[in-house]
């Protein structure tokens, strides 16, 4: 036999109280769930309060001291390269980068000196066809052994 169930609410359930049906006559009471006790030694590890917004806020515009931002892209590899040569001369990326601009506009220079280019002489361009006739001969023997 099946039930009706009444679309209105439980003033019980509404309560919060459960009537148990059977054994049991009374409302059963809600119980608190007990607080964690925490062992000594979870206690003594927890971390102490933030510190305050006014103690924070300094720390997140350092002078600058005249400096600007510099910010580009480079490929992994010349990051690591960098880096390593500029810790292997016990300097840091900024002094080598500053070295390094130095050095090239030196060899370089803007304005009125100009930098000459010049056509390589009939002898550098005798040795570039070899170089590339040795090149291109190397090339086919290899084709040929792997087909």
Request: hydrophobic fraction near 35%.
């Amino acid at each position: 036999m099946k039930q009706a169930f009444s679309k209105r609410p439980n003033p019980e359930k509404a309560q919060g109280k459960v009537t148990v049906r059977g054994a049991l006559e009374s409302p059963v009471e809600p119980v608190e769930a007990p607080s964690p006790v925490w062992p000594a030694s979870v206690a003594k590890k927890r971390l102490a309060a933030p510190p305050s917004n006014k103690e924070t806020t300094p720390n997140l515009h350092l002078p600058s001291e005249g400096f600007v931002d510099l910010n580009f892209k480079v490929q992994p590899e010349l990051r690591h390269a960098f880096k390593v040569y500029a810790a292997s001369q016990s300097m840091t990326g900024k002094e080598l980068l500053e070295r390094a601009f130095e050095l090239y506009t030196r060899v370089f220079p803007l304005g009125d000196e100009t930098v000459e280019i010049r056509r390589p002489s009939a002898e550098q361009m005798r040795l570039r066809r070899e170089k590339r006739q040795e090149r291109e001969a190397r090339m086919t023997r290899i084709r040929s052994h792997q087909g």
